[in-house]
C-alpha cells in the first residue's frame, strides 16, 4: 500500500510542478492570473473528487481518509468547507461520520466545486493551448495515478469505484474539448 501512496504522491508533486509552469506561463499572456490561487483550488478539487470516489462503497477507509488529507500542498477541503459555512470540520471528523452525511456535505458545495472546475478548465486550457507542451496530457497521466491510488487505498478496486462520477476527470475531459473549440476557433480566424 505505501508504494501505491508513493507512486500517487509523486504523480501529485508531478501534477504540481506542471501546473506551476503552466500558470507561470499563463500569467504572462494574462497578468490577472494567479497561480497561487489555482493551485490551491486545484487541492481542493481534487481532495473533493478523492472523496467522491472513496465514497462510492459507502465506506471512507482510514488509509483513504489519511491518503486524501496528507495529499495537497496549497489547500485543504477542511479549510474550505470552514470557508463555506461548515463549522469544526477535521480530517478526523469525516472520517467518523456517517458516509451518508458527507456525502450531503458533498453535495452541498457541488455548485461551488463545479464553478471552480469551469475556471479551471478556461485557464487551463488556454494555458495549454497556447503552450508549446503539452500539460493536459501530463495532468491526465498524473491525476488517474492518484485516482487509482484512491480506489486502490481499501485494498481492491471496484467497478464502481471505476465508474463513479468523479469532478476532476470531468474536468479533464472539459479542457480537451475546450482545447479543440479553441483550435478551431483559430481555424476559422
Not at 33 to 44: A, E, S
Not at 67 to 83: G, R
Not at 153 to 158: H, I, M, P, Q
Not at 182 to 188: M, P
Request: with cysteine; proline share 2%.
Amino acid at each position: 500500500m505505501a508504494d501505491i501512496f508513493t507512486m500517487a504522491k509523486a504523480a501529485y508533486d508531478d501534477s504540481i510542478n506542471d501546473l506551476r509552469k503552466m500558470t507561470k506561463f499563463f500569467e504572462r499572456v494574462n497578468p490577472k492570473c494567479n497561480p497561487r490561487l489555482i493551485l490551491n483550488r486545484f487541492d481542493v478539487m481534487l481532495q473533493y473528487s478523492l472523496l467522491q470516489i472513496a465514497l462510492v462503497d459507502g465506506f471512507l477507509s482510514v488509509d483513504e481518509c489519511l491518503f486524501i488529507k496528507e495529499l495537497p500542498q496549497y489547500s485543504d477541503f477542511c479549510v474550505f468547507l470552514e470557508e463555506q459555512g461548515f463549522k469544526d470540520v477535521t480530517w478526523e471528523k469525516i472520517y467518523n461520520t456517517r458516509e451518508s452525511f458527507l456525502n450531503r456535505v458533498l453535495d452541498d458545495v457541488q455548485d461551488i466545486m463545479t464553478d471552480f472546475a469551469q475556471e479551471f478548465v478556461q485557464i487551463f486550457a488556454a494555458g495549454d493551448f497556447l503552450s508549446s507542451y503539452d500539460f493536459l496530457a501530463d495532468l491526465k497521466k498524473n491525476v488517474l495515478a492518484i485516482v487509482f491510488a484512491t480506489c486502490k487505498a481499501d485494498g481492491g478496486v471496484s467497478e464502481d469505484e471505476l465508474e463513479a462520477e468523479c469532478l476532476i476527470i470531468g474536468t479533464l475531459h472539459a479542457i480537451e474539448e475546450r482545447e479543440k473549440e479553441l483550435a478551431q476557433e483559430l481555424k476559422s480566424k
